[in-house]
Nanobody, 122 residues
């Protein structure tokens, strides 16, 4: 069974940067897409970015486009989310997910990591 483990979260000041990592194991390539979602207190889980394993092409939520970059390393079965120019509203638990289908829809993903906390505050 595919398992995902996120890391790299933490506390940063506004304008700072973080790089999140998600290591997949147990049959990673049985899923065609990898995604990042985030969930803040009192809010629904929201799409952030996704990437296709085979093409390396990424797509982003408009709010984070030009600030965040998602990339993949198939040899390491790892995906990354480089987050720059972080804002307080980026504060959330960030989840890595694997699946297939509409990459902006959380229902397309059937494997989820436990999440990593990102806090942007002074």
């Amino acid at each position: 069974q595919v398992q995902l483990v996120e890391s790299g979260g933490g506390l940063v000041q506004p304008g700072g940067s973080l790089r999140l990592s998600c290591v997949a194991s147990g049959g990673t390539f049985s899923r065609s897409i990898m995604g990042w979602f985030r969930q803040a207190p009192g809010k629904q889980r929201a799409f952030v970015a996704a990437i296709n394993w085979s093409t390396g092409i990424a797509d982003y939520r408009d709010f984070v486009r030009d600030r965040f970059t998602m990339s993949s390393d198939t040899a390491k079965t790892t995906v990354y989310l480089q987050m720059n120019s972080l804002k307080p509203e980026d504060t959330a638990v960030y989840f890595c997910a694997a699946g297939a289908g509409d990459h902006r829809d959380s229902r397309a993903y059937d494997v989820w990591g436990q999440g990593t906390q990102v806090t942007v505050s002074s």
